[in-house]
């Protein structure tokens, strides 16, 4: 495995459920990052780790609980989403979150809620 | 006013054109300035990485920053099918931004045999 894993690639849910979204890098970084990517609309940040301790929340609604446990992985917990959080989630990963760092981006998690 | 404007497009071009993607900004404040390139239902990957004003080369790629005029561009050379994508613009301000990137809403490029 190299880079960054995302898991589950397609998620269907509805409104009442909790599920979680996965996300692993195996580059050795030490920061980690949640972007959402909607239809017509550009990558919007979510949330910032580094060393395990969230540094940023673009405001995102209490619906979307991120963990990271350790500085390879990251999961996005979800429950009582809506129809318009349904999205492209990506996670990234850099060496540091200093100035101007290079992200690298897993494939996404293509998440519908009905 | 978006702070990144970049035209959707989309673009179509034949194999072997030379393809010019822009993006425009609106914070003099961003100092780092990226290409990235998103294949159908795959994460975006990093393709050109440029630190103020100037010209970066790397094969068939150039990109460009113009900080007076907040304008950026990638230029591809010879372009080829496996180059349709989108292609998103991104810029950060430095400092404190920690991995905040600001991105365009992307560029489809299709390039036809």
């Known amino acids: 495995e190299t880079g960054v894993t995302q898991t589950p690639r397609h998620l269907v849910m509805g409104m009442t459920n909790k599920k979680s979204l996965k996300c692993e890098q195996h580059?050795?970084?030490?920061?980690m990052y949640w972007y959402k990517q909607s239809a017509k609309k550009p990558l919007e940040l979510m949330f910032v780790?580094?060393?395990?301790?969230?540094?940023e929340n673009n405001s995102v609604p209490s619906r979307f609980s991120p963990e990271c446990p350790n500085s390879s992985h990251l999961f996005l917990h979800l429950h009582t989403l809506q129809p318009e959080d349904s999205a492209l989630y990506l996670c990234?990963?850099?060496?540091?979150?200093?100035?101007?760092?290079?992200?690298?981006f897993g494939s996404g998690t293509q998440l519908s809620v009905l | 006013q978006k702070e990144v404007e970049q035209d959707p497009g989309p673009l179509s071009v034949p194999e072997g054109a030379i393809v010019s993607l822009n993006c425009t900004y609106s914070?003099?404040?961003?100092?780092?300035f990226m290409w990235y390139r998103q294949y159908s239902r795959k994460g975006p990957e990093l393709l050109m990485y440029?630190?103020?004003?100037g010209n970066k080369e790397d094969g068939r790629f150039t990109a460009q920053v113009d900080k007076s005029s907040k304008y950026i561009s990638l230029f591809i050379r010879d372009s080829q099918p496996s180059d349709s994508a989108t292609y998103l613009c991104?810029?950060?301000?430095?400092?404190?931004?920690?991995?905040?990137?600001?991105f365009g809403q992307g560029t489809i490029l299709t390039v036809h045999p």
């Open positions: 440029t630190y103020s004003s």
């Open positions: 991104a810029v950060n301000a430095g400092g404190t931004s920690y991995g905040k990137l600001t």
């Open positions: 580059l050795g970084h030490n920061a």
């Open positions: 914070n003099s404040a961003f100092q780092y």
């Open positions: 780790y580094n060393f395990k301790e969230q540094t």
């Open positions: 990234a990963s850099s060496q540091d979150p200093g100035p101007g760092e290079k992200l690298f």
